[in-house]
């Protein structure tokens, strides 16, 4: 693709996605035609973007200029990557999460915006309630969230945990190219909380859980099943293995004082996730009161619990 202007790129690129798209992504093609078309403009100027290095205001601007040669090939190597399925935030190595560009690979989960309603309610309760607390994010993939705890919550000390040595090596590289204080753990997550020391009790708990029922994991869209690591999909059966396995935990394992949880989840499992902690195991909370948080659109998104 060499000498195409700027605008014929562009058109190129959104036919070869569309194109794609339909065969790929059932979201897509359920989605009204005006829809489709938005879509697939946004992420051909997005890869267009990466591929120049031009700001989206330049390339508008010069819609008639050439594409430089170098970056048509780049450019044309990312659209067909994205065709196949690949995602965006990949093939561009990074994603947007809480303002701030995180580098992300497979073998580690793809920030959600979603996941940013979690964050911000922990960080206000952290820095309202106990600003010297030990946080610990669980399955912490690229990171963000232990990376944004601990540039928010300066006085508090931050440990990312994950089962995965890929997903820790970016969330590493995360938190040294932002600067953050965070200590990494190679483990399982229940299995640490359950033989951390007193003397390392934790007070907040933070996760962003795989939640999606077994069945339904081959079910999402090629590009979510096939490229995304299914273990921090897979929540089991109906989704709750790791809710069930922390509810029945307990909460002994928490330190003296204030002490919090936020855990995301998926859309209907509120009730059933805050129930696991208030009733099913209520008995291993005494103390704890427990709510839902929805998010921008009004779906259940998150639930915590506390204990003042």
Same mark, same amino acid.
């Given at each position: 693709m060499t000498a195409w202007t700027i605008r014929e790129a562009e058109q190129w690129a959104a036919s070869r996605l569309h194109e794609g798209f339909m065969e790929t992504s059932r979201t897509f093609a359920a989605a009204p035609e005006e829809e489709r078309a938005d879509w697939v403009r946004h992420e051909a100027l &997005?890869?267009? %973007?990466?591929? +120049?290095?031009? +700001?989206r205001t330049k &390339? &508008?601007?010069?819609s008639g200029d050439t594409v430089p040669e170098n970056a048509a090939t780049?450019?044309?190597?990312?659209? %067909?990557?994205r065709v196949r399925g690949e995602p &965006?935030?990949? /093939?561009? =190595? %990074?994603a947007w999460f809480y303002g701030r560009p995180f580098t992300v690979r497979p073998g580690c989960l793809i920030p959600r915006p979603e996941t940013e309603i979690l964050v911000e309610r922990a960080m206000d309760w952290v820095n309202d309630v106990r600003p010297d607390a030990r946080i610990v994010d669980v399955? +912490? =993939?690229?990171?963000? /969230?232990?990376? +944004?705890m601990a540039l928010a919550c300066p006085r508090a000390t931050v440990f990312a945990v994950d089962m995965s040595e890929d997903a820790l090596a970016v969330a590493k590289e995360n938190a040294q190219a932002h600067g953050a204080s965070v200590q990494f753990v190679h483990a399982d997550g229940l299995m640490w909380l359950r033989t951390t020391p007193e003397s390392h009790a934790i007070h907040v708990w933070l996760s962003n859980p795989p939640y999606i029922p077994s069945v339904d994991v081959d079910g999402l869209d090629e590009e979510v099943r096939h490229w995304e690591p299914r273990l921090a999909l897979d929540g089991g059966a109906d989704g709750l293995d790791f809710y069930r396995g922390l509810a029945e935990?307990?909460?002994?394992?928490f330190g003296d004082g204030p002490a919090a949880l936020f855990l995301e989840v998926g859309r =209907?499992?509120?009730s059933d996730v805050r129930r696991l902690f208030a009733e099913v195991h209520g008995h291993r909370w005494q103390g704890w009161r427990f709510g839902i948080i929805p998010d921008l659109r009004g779906v259940e998104r998150v639930v915590w619990g506390e204990r003042r």
């Open positions: &997005l890869l267009l %973007e990466y591929a +120049t290095g031009w +700001t &390339l &508008l601007v010069s780049v450019y044309q190597s990312y659209v %067909e990557r &965006l935030q990949y /093939i561009v =190595g %990074e399955g +912490t =993939g690229s990171g963000c /969230i232990a990376v +944004t935990t307990g909460a002994d394992k =209907g499992q509120a």
